[in-house]
């Protein structure tokens, strides 16, 4: 038999506590849990969505680093310019949902996340259309001021905040 230590004691109490707070549940499941946490970041931030992922845009390989994995992944196209756009001119950038119909969505509303070289964002939803580009101007649609450098562009689902694809374009 084992004698009692303070050592023993106290792992054993913390053993009862993990084991009794662990049985006891909270009701919810994990999708409900992240739902609860989005609508509550939205509604105490005006944001639409939960949060942009942490990529950025390589304007010398045309990718994000890390890529954008969309539950649909390689289901949607970007359109962005692909050599320095012209600062005088709105920046047009583009989404169109791909071909499979399995994943393609029929309707909703998407929001483009353009990060700039400082690390600044600014956000603009558009209507989504089947088989349609759907397309932003950046900075008018944004309500952003432009700014030399490299400018990360992530579209997600406006209601769940979901990370469809990234793209980017350099201002000189």
Do not use: K, N, Q
Not at 44 to 69: I, K, N
Request: glycine share 12%; charged share 20%.
């Amino acid at each position: 038999m084992l004698t009692p230590t303070p050592l023993r004691a106290v792992l054993c109490g913390a053993l009862v506590l993990l084991v009794g707070g662990c049985a006891t549940g909270h009701g919810h499941t994990p999708e409900e849990l992240s739902e609860m946490i989005a609508d509550t970041v939205r509604a105490t931030t005006g944001s639409p969505a939960l949060g942009v992922p942490d990529t950025a845009f390589d304007p010398a390989r045309f990718l994000c680093d890390p890529a954008v994995d969309s539950p649909a992944a390689g289901s949607w196209r970007t359109e962005a310019p692909r050599g320095e756009a012209d600062p005088d001119d709105a920046v047009e950038l583009g989404l169109l949902p791909g071909s499979d119909a399995g994943t393609r969505p029929e309707a909703g509303t998407v929001a483009a996340t353009v990060v700039g070289p400082d690390g600044g964002s600014a956000t603009a939803e558009a209507d989504l259309v089947a088989d349609e580009w759907t397309r932003l101007a950046y900075p008018d649609d944004f309500g952003a001021d432009s700014a030399p450098g490299v400018h990360t562009v992530v579209w997600t689902d406006a209601e769940t905040g979901t990370p469809l694809a990234c793209d980017g374009f350099t201002l000189p």
